[in-house]
C-alpha cells in the first residue's frame, strides 16, 4: 500500500517529508468508503448500492438514517482517517454541497479531497493530484453524473510522474 512513498524518495529525493499513504495502483475493484451527512444521504445510499454491485469492497461511514440534525465531520472524519491510515484504497465524502465535506477530509494529513463536479476532474484529480478522496453535493449532482464521477475516479491511476511528485513534495512541504 505504501509503494508510492518508498519509490518517491528513492527515487527522486522530493519525497523528503511526504506521506502517500495509498496504494499507487490498483487493479478493477477496490475497498472504498463513503461517508455523508443529511446533505447527501440519499446518494450516499445510491452509490453504495452501485458500487457494491460492480463488486467493490465499500466500507459505510454513515449517515446510516436520514437525520436532518446531523453534522458532516462525524462521519467524513472517520472516513479520512481511515484512507489517510491506508484502511481504504479511495473515499467519497458528501454533503449538500460537497464543500464542508471537502474542507473536513482536507484536515487529515494524507489526505488529498477535492470537490468534482466534472468528467475530466474526476480523472485528472487521480493522475496528476493523486486524489485519494472524492467529494460531491448531495444537493448539486444528480445520481448518475455522481456515478460517471465515481466510476472515473476508481478507475484513475496515479501517474507517479516526476513533476507530480515535485508538486506533491511542495504541497506538503508548505503545510502551515
Ligand atoms: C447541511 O445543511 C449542509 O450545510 C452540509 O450538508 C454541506 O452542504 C456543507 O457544506
Known sequence: MDVLNEDSKAKNGYGWGVYFP????????????LATDHGGF??????????RQAGHEVV???????????????FVF??????????LERGIAICGSGVGASVCANQVRG???CLIHDHFSARQGVEDDHMNILCMGGRTV????AWDLVRTFTEAVFSGEERHLRRLGKVEAGRG
Open 42 to 51: 440519499a446518494l450516499k445510499e445510491e452509490l453504495v448500492a452501485r458500487l
Open 78 to 87: 472517520p472516513l479520512a482517517r481511515a484512507v489517510a491510515a491506508g484502511e
Open 22 to 33: 495509498a496504494a499507487i495502483g490498483h487493479e478493477g475493484t477496490m475497498k472504498i468508503g
Open 142 to 145: 444528480g445520481p448518475e453524473v
Open 111 to 113: 489526505v488529498r479531497a
Open 60 to 74: 459505510d461511514f454513515g449517515a446510516h438514517e436520514l437525520n436532518p440534525g446531523d453534522d458532516y465531520p462525524d
